[in-house]
């Protein structure tokens, strides 16, 4: 006859012990998830650090780069200062000789004023004109009256004026302008006239010493390349092309005089 097993049933102690041995592999697993995790966060920490690392390396780099460049500039800098300072030095030296080269000159200029104005002269005083020069206050004019072969253009006689340190004459007021006229253009011949200092600049009537003509009476249309004649016949100034030959009329300011 055959005999019937009971089935297993555990006992209380070897629950005990499988819950155990659960409990110690739990918190072997538990464990190693901790150690994974604090693992992985270190992991991520080193990865962070190479990063920023990385991005300090290539910082770095870039500032070395800047500084790199920074010195070639403050050497380019300097450079340009010892250019300057050598260039100011050299204009210090060219003024320093433009200095003793103008008090020279008014010296000589001094020295000249004297024999021009009052060597020579029968009553051995001073003349407010040189000799050759005519007076008109506050004026002296002179007469270029050569024979035709020897007539100049507008620019070859202002040349000549300011060889004789003047300029062409110039007439400010109706009073200058009738010592033009009245007193020194009788001398021409017919109605070659006189040059005077008055052309046409930028479509404007100008005086050489850069004003403009305020004279209403000269009506003359301001085309460039014409410069002004002073004519008796025709009792005021002429246009005609500053290319032309003609006799021309010098002004300075006279030699003031004091007794």
């Known amino acids: 006859m055959c005999q019937r097993h009971k089935p297993y049933s555990p006992t209380p102690s070897s629950v005990s012990v499988v819950t155990s041995e659960l409990s110690e592999d739990n918190a072997k697993q538990t464990a190693e998830i901790l150690n994974l995790t604090s693992r992985i966060q270190e992991l991520e920490a080193r990865e962070n650090l190479t990063v920023q690392y990385d991005n300090l390396k290539q910082a770095y780099t870039v500032s070395e780069s800047n500084n790199t460049n920074l010195s070639a500039d403050v050497q380019e800098l300097k450079t340009r200062i010892q250019v300057l300072e050598a260039w100011e030095k050299n204009l210090k030296r060219q003024i320093q000789s433009m200095e003793t080269n103008w008090n020279e000159f008014n010296i000589s200029r001094a020295q000249w004023s ?5 060597l020579g002269n029968t009553d051995d005083k001073c003349q407010p ?9 506050p004026s002296c004019y002179a007469i270029n009256d050569p024979p035709s072969p020897r007539w100049k ?7 000549d004026c300011k060889g004789e340190n003047s300029d ?3 007439a400010h007021t109706p009073a200058e302008k009738n010592d033009i006229i009245d007193k020194y253009s009788p001398f021409s011949s017919g109605t070659n ?8 600049e ?3 009537w100008k005086w050489v010493d850069g004003s403009d003509l305020t004279d209403s009476s000269f009506n003359a249309d301001p085309v460039n390349g014409r410069c002004a004649i002073s004519v008796l016949r025709e009792n005021n100034w002429v246009s005609v092309s500053c290319g032309d030959h003609k006799q021309w009329i010098c002004q300075k300011k006279a030699l003031s005089l004091t007794v």
């Open 153 to 159: 253009t507008w620019e070859e006689a202002r040349e």
């Open 168 to 170: 062409l004459a110039i």
């Open 193 to 200: 006239g006189y040059w005077i200092g008055l052309r046409v």
């Open 114 to 118: 004297i024999d021009s104005y009052c």
């Open 129 to 137: 004109c040189q000799f050759g020069w005519g007076l008109s206050q």
């Open 202 to 204: 930028d479509g404007e």
